[in-house]
Structure formats: C-alpha cells, structure tokens
C-alpha cells in the first residue's frame, strides 16, 4: 500500500490536529496535492475525542520531551453511597463497559453561533459533515450557588431571579450594548473611553446580581478588562444570540473531535491523501529544487511546502516545551447545580469560574448524554485554565472546591493533565510552518486565525476555504447545463404535464 | 475532458430556473384545462381528484379546485349510500343472516367514507406544510371534519400542537385551535397551560394573549362581574404581563393584554345598560350605555303607582341609537316609587326636586369597579414600577400610558389631573396618535365631570362644563339627555356644531 504513494506534493500537513486540518483542508479545496500523515493512529491528536479506554491508555502513555500531553494521572472512585438497591450505580467496571459510549475531549470547546468557526464551517459548506446542540444554560456563581444566566428574552421574561425593574435594567443595558458602535459619538459612551469596562457597568444604575450576570458570563470580563474590549465581547454574545435554541453556544455532537475531522473530509473530497500511524523519521531542504525531502517509513517524498503541528518528532526536536494548559475531565453519576439547571436529563451548560481574586478563571463544561459523548445516567465535567505549574490538579484546586465542596457530585472517574506548548520557536523551523497548539479560549478564533495565517503565507494569491459546491450543483463537464428538458423536471409534475399534454391533444381531434 | 466536476454558473442557474418555470406554467395551464372540461361534463370522479391534488400541493389557495373536491367528495358519498340501499332488499324467510350482513356492509361502508375524509385530510395536512396560513385549506379542513361523524377531534389537537411548534405566532392555529378543542372537549384549565407554556417561550404573541383572555373569564369567573376574572388570578396576571411589559417595553402585544385586564371584562355583545332616564307625565327619555339598533326589541317597564306600564312608541332621539324618547301620558302619582325595567336589567327611579313632577334615574359611565384590597395593593406595586421605569426612560410610551390606566384603576377622580398630564406628554413623545390621545382625554374628562354631576346643585336640570379645558369633542353626550340645560364651552359647542346634543326641554314631549 504505501508504495502506491505518490512522491510529489504541494503541500505535506504533519498532525491532524483542528489547525493542522484546517490549513489541509484549505489546501487541497484550491487544488493543491496534500499529504496530511499523523503519527498517531487516531484523527485529532490534541483537539481529539477518546473513548473511556482509549483516554485511559493515552493518559498512561509514556511522555516524551516533545509530547504535548503530559503531567497525566487518573483515579477511579468508589463512591461509599453505593447500594445493592441502586439500579443505575456506576463504577470502574460499569463505566469500562460503555467505554465506547464516551467521547472525551483532551481539548474541549464552545462555539459563538455567530462565531468565526460557526460562519467558516457555513462559508465553506463544511457544516454539512456537522451536527450540534445548542447550549442550555449559561451559569454563574452567585453567593455560592450555580445559577441560569438570562439570555435571551424569553430567559429575561421567564427568570424569578430578578426584579422586574431589574429585568428592564439588564434588557436596557444589553440593547445599548448592541447598539454601541452604531452611533458612536454617542456621549454616554464616549466618555468611557480608556475606562474599564466595570466602570461602565456601575455607571449604568444596574444592580450588584446584573453587574455578575454581565461580568461573569457575558462580558466575561475582568474587573480591569477596558470599556472597548467588554463591549466588543459583550457584542459577540449578543451577536450569537438567537440563532439556535436558547443561548448563544454550542457544542459539537460526539465532541469537539469531530471538528478536524469535518476539515480532513473535505480535504479528501478534494483528493488530499491521508496516512495515520506514519510518522516522518528526517526532513531536510534540498536548496536546488527548494523542496523539502521527507523520509518517512523507508520512503522520501518531496513537498514545495511543509506545515507541523508542534510535539511532532522530527520537526520539534530539541524544543523545549512547557505547562500551557491545565486540564480536569471527570465524570459523574450525577449533575452540577439544582434540578432547573439539568432538567429532564441535562443538556450542555456552560460555568465560567473566578477565583476569589478575580485574577485567574477557569471554564467548566458539564455534558450530558444529550451530546452523545457519554452514556445516559453520567455526565462529563470539562474543567480548563491557563496552566500556572507542571501540577494541573493544583492549579484547578481553586476551581475543584468552588465547585465540589458544597454541591457534592457522584464523581467515579477524575483525570488532570496539561497541555504544552514550545517556549521559543526552533531555529530549525525556517522553512517549516509551525502550528499553534491549542489556545486557552472558549471558541476556535484563534487556531482559525492561526490556519489563515499560514495558508495565507503558503499560497498569498488562494481564497481560504471558499464555499464547497452541494452535489446537486455539480454538473459533468460535457453536459451542456442550459439544455435543460422535461427530464430535470421533479418526477411527478413530469408524468402530470406528459398526461395533461396528451389528454388536450385527444380532446382537441375529438371535438 | 469527461467526467470533470464544473459548478453551475449563477447564469446557467437563472436559465435553469426560467425553464423550469415555465415548465410549470404549462403543466398548471393543461391541468386547470382538463379539470374545467371534466366539471363541465359532471366528472366527479377519482381522476378529478387526483387531478387538483397536483396543483392544490403547490398552490393551496385556489378556491375553486377545493369547491370541486367538495363536490367530488359528496359525490362519493352518496354514490356509497346508494350501493348500501341496494343491498338492502332482504326476503323474508333469509332475514336473520341477512341482517348479519347487512351489519358487516354497514360497517365496511362507513370505513370506505372514512377513507375518503382521512385522504381529504392528509391533503390539507400537506397543503399547511406548505402555506400554513392558506385559508382555504384551513376552511376545507373545517368542513371535511364535520361531514365525518366519525372525527378524531383529539389528533386534530395534536396536530395544533405540532403546528404551534413551528410558528407559535399564527393566529390561523390558534383560532382553528379553539374550533377543535371545543370539539374534543379538551378542559379550559388544560389549554391556559399550553397557553402559559407557549408565552414562556416567546411573549410577543397577540393570539396567545387573546387565547387567555378567552379562557381566565370561564375559568375564574368575576362574581361582580366588572371585572375580567376573579381578583385573586387578575392579580396573578397583572404580575406576569408587567413583567413582560419590563423585559421588553417596546413589544405593544403585552400592553395590550394589560389593557384588557384593566378594564372592566365587557363583552362586546353585552345588551345594553340603562345610562339615564327622565319621566314626567307627559313622556320619558331613556339613554343607553351603548347603542342599540332597536330599542322595541327590549321590553321597557315602568312599575310604581300601583300600576305595570308598557312603554312604548320609542323614537330615536340620535342617529347612533343611545338615546330614545317616548311621548306617553302618565298618571305620575308624586308620592309613589317607581322603577324602570329594561330587560333583566331593573333600576329604582329617584323623583325631581323641585315643584315639577318626575322622576329620574343616572348612572355615570366609569363605575368604580370592585377592588380588595391584595388587588389594590398588586395595583400600586405595579403602579410603582411603571413610575421606577418612567425615572429610566421618561418618553417610554406604553409606560406613560399604562401608568395613566393604573392610576385610574386605583382610584380615577383622585388622579384626573395626573393621569390627562400623562396623555399631554403622550401627545408629545407619540405624535402620530395625537388624536387618539385627546379623544381618551375627553373621554376621562367626561367620565369624570358626569362621575361628579349627580353631586352639584341644580341635578340633573342643569349640567354646566363652562371651564376652558379644551375638549376635542364630546363622548357621553347621551348621559346629558335627562338636563334641562347643558353649558359648554364655546370652542367645542362651535366645533360640535349640528350634533351639540339635545336637553331635555329641546325634546318638547308635551307638544
């Protein structure tokens, strides 16, 4: 088989990773040859989904001085509440056995519904290979509780959370809000300028449950986060707002990890080349072709152009990589928050965490079985912060015990690792286009603007990811399309004009 | 090159969208031929059926076709019993098996008209997929439904439900709603549920609003009967319509519904009231609340002096019929009390100071409804609120008006001059119903000025509005019929020109 392999390519991708796909996928839709090779032998490598088993086996996975996961462990609880009794009582053994009903995200993400991977995946007619759900609740913490975050206005109507002053208070604020820019001479806001956006907020007359509602989980600010850039994100909320279901998020049915996949489809559509399991042993620059040589498995190819995914040998030898993202992924019998927040099984809700300071934040992603990434009766909590030391379980502490100390979930698995990243760019890499790993953020705008950048320096002159025709526009080249006949007429009004054209015609010579 | 992918060109789209169009016109034009010539030559058949099922798919507002398909299916009918009649031409002495069969032929009949509804109604049913406000296929639903005795009234809920799924806002389901669950005899409190659920999920919905106002006053009945529904569920509903009103000021549809709640719960069918009345010995008048197309109609009784009266020969005193004079000599016996009878409607006359003989009867239109006291506290809260929300947003116009109707709610004399300083602003903030506005100020003045006239000296000979205030016009005039003497001031009598409105003395009963 891999002697079938062509030996020239436009572009060679290394890593099937979000960014590494999309920059592939973009490649191959403008024609170019691409050889997209993974050494692992599953599609996603860090942005990838696992089941039980296999998260298990990668976690206990020797770490290389490259590997981007690392700092792993994982325990297995017993939960003393267990009884005979209890139909639906979960352990190692019974979560082991629906291993395959698990899809476990190393790097889970939202999406903005109006968001840049939202419109890219449109923009390019990828959407097709993607199914979602919208998210159910928005939450914040309120004097110690998880609480629903209004956001639409049926959420505003329906919330007994708040006043109706209050409520009248938040729905004028958020239409400013989503105003703001249209007239910006306006004076009340002018004068924010270079202010933060806190500041703003207070001088909005809104109470100290709105000022969090918006800091917390709209804005998703900070006390020192400037005017411009809370009403840019409070915009952005907004903007997604409406769109699908109730909030503005959501999330990818069976996980974040079909979402390179979607790319990596549409770049073998476009004829791209895939091998998983094939790593790439040495890549050298051959100066009078300005090519790259690639030796892989015995063989060598040559590419004009060479993109990597960081961690991958042989590109990253030698760099030295450190703590970027710290990671919890438990798993539960039962759920966060009161029965209003997970009714009729839960959904996906969405908790951004601060600690006491305000200083650090952290994301946490509760799914139910509702997003097929487990089984009915469990639920995953995804917990994810910027990494402050090679200890994830220490840097999420903070977040662990605001979260399960009071409420006190029926955790059976619970898992930390980190996420790293090279510390300096290698100087070997001239030539080579290095990915970004995975970005603490909520959505994918920077690894999209990541792909972009480097599509854009690989093929200046190429559209990035231009929209993918439907099956039914594509016509056979030598078909003449505008010798259209009864034929492309639908089936039934066809047999009805083929009847009604010889019923007139028998009428006709009757009379 | 064979077999090359080519996306269609947005000019070969356009071509290909042209013919096909005009494809269709024809086959329409064939269709629309035969069927013409079959219902010409009496044609009711299978073929005719099928026939405008082509075109009614996508096009189901063509009146005409659903009147053939009526014919056809009235056709088939009688066709059906006129074979179950033929079969029914027992001899004697096979009776009994025959009776058995004529049993089964019953049965197997009424399965074949069954049928034939089930497939009128899975037309329509597709014909709403298509146009869901199409009132023709609506209509034929309706009519199909009640030819069948055997009617499924329950799944025609059902498919209400699913329909509100789609568009929760198209008042052709909601009305067709109220048709079949008058059918299915679905419980009043049943439906206020799906009511409420349905505003939960988006407010802005006239016809769900309406909905309840249709179902609070059978299911919470005001004993008073000047109020919408018993207090106690009123004020349940004053809460969760301010609420609305909060979240979203510029949605007028909750406004609305406020509305209603606050008035007193008249139908608009209600037989009229007796407004006033004046007696003396030679002929009376009477005013309505209301007009009334035919006073004769209403069997009008006068019971005092030891004698029953009939009064009769009523003439119109105005054009619109609220006010009616009847010239009938009177044994008025000065010491007797007397009532007057107007249908069910009965009132104790009160007799003239003064020298004259008569007596006289005088309601004023703004009657203080019942008010408990929870009521009248829901009231001021939600008066306040309005008043909290004004502070915002001073030129809110629902806001203003609202609180105009709160006010007068609570107590109407003792805000007059607060609620017309309301709709002087309103004027202003809202100058496109400026005339509407100083109409509802003539109106609360009137109200108000006849609320005090039973108060004054001379009452009721004498009705004097000689302040400057200027009125737009004069609602009410037929309060003023039982006055000897009516001062106005100038500018509106020159404005009212023909129509000031007569005394009583203009009247001349006794020529």
Known sequence: MLDDLPEQFDLVVIGTGFTESCIAAAGSRVGKSV??????????????SFTMDALCARLDQEVEPHSALRNARYTWHTTEKESETDVQSWNRDSVLAKSRRFSLDLCPRILYAAGELVQLLIKSNIC?????????????????????????????????????????????????????????????????????????????????????CVMQAIAMCGPSTSFEEGMQRTQRFLGSLGRYGNTPFLFPMYGCGELPQCFCRLCAVYGGIYCLKRAVDDIALDSNSNEFLLSSAGKTLRAKNVVSAPGYPPVSKGIELKPHISRGLFISSSPLGNEELNKGGGGVNLLRLLDDEGGREAFLMQLSHYTGACPDGLYIFHLTT??????????????????????DPQIIFSSYFTIAAQSSKSPAAEHIYYTNPPTYELDYDAAIANARDIFGKLFPEADFLPRAPDPEEIVVDGEDPSALNEHSLPEDLRAQLHDMQQATQEMDIQE | MHGRVKVRTTEEERERKKKEQALKVRAYRAAMGRIQKKREAGELDNEMLSLTVQILLRNPDVSTLWNIRRECVLEKLSRLKEEETACETPSEEENQTVEDKTGEKKAAAEDKSHSIFTCELDLTEQCLMVNPKSYNAWHHRCWTLEQNPR?????????????LKFDERNFHTWDYRRYVTGKAMVPAAQELDFCTEKIKVNFSNYSSWHHRSLLLPELYPNQQRDRPMSEEKLQKELEMVLTAAFTDPNDSSAWFYQ????????????????????????GAVLALDKPYPDIKQLKTELV????????????????????????????????????LSLSDQKVDLLPLSGPENGAYYFAPPHGTASCSKDLLAELQTQ??????????????????LTSALLM?????????ETSLAHLAKLEKVDSLREGYYKDLAARWTLEWELAKWPLSADFPKRFDKADDVLLESLPYDQYLVIADEITLPKKLRDKLGESVPKTFVDLKLQS
């Open chain 1, 35 to 48: 050889l997209h090779l993974d050494n692992n032998e599953y599609y996603g490598d860090v942005w990838s």
């Open chain 1, 128 to 212: 097709r290979y993607a199914e979602f759900r919208a998210v159910d609740h928005v939450c914040m913490r309120h004097k110690g509780e998880i609480v629903s975050v209004p956001c639409s206005r049926s959420d505003v109507f329906n919330t007994k959370t708040l006043t109706i002053v209050e409520k009248r208070l938040l729905m004028k604020f958020l239409t400013a809000c989503n105003d703001y820019g249209e007239d910006k001479c306006n004076e009340d806001s002018l004068e924010f300028r270079g202010r933060t956006f806190l500041e703003y907020l207070q001088a909005q007359r809104v109470t100290e449950k709105i000022s969090s």
């Open chain 1, 386 to 407: 910027p990494a402050l030391s090679e200890d994830p379980a220490s840097d999420l502490a903070v977040f662990t015990s605001q979260l399960f100390d009071q409420s």
């Open chain 2, 151 to 163: 009617a499924d009234w329950q799944r025609e809920v059902q498919l209400c439900n699913k329909y």
């Open chain 2, 259 to 282: 509305r209603w709640l606050l008035g007193s719960g008249a139908q608009l069918d209600r037989a009229p009231r007796i407004a006033a009345f004046r007696l003396e010995s030679h």
């Open chain 2, 304 to 339: 005092g002096g030891g004698q029953t009266i009939l009064l009769e020969s009523w003439q119109p005193v105005d054009k619109r019929g609220t006010s009616w004079k009847c010239q009938q000599n009177f044994d008025y016996q000065r010491n007797s009390a007397y009532s």
């Open chain 2, 383 to 400: 008066l306040q609120s309005c008043l909290d929300l004004l502070e915002f947003e001073p030129d809110s116009k629902w806001t203003l």
């Open chain 2, 408 to 416: 007068r709610a609570i107590d109407f004399s003792a805000n007059h």
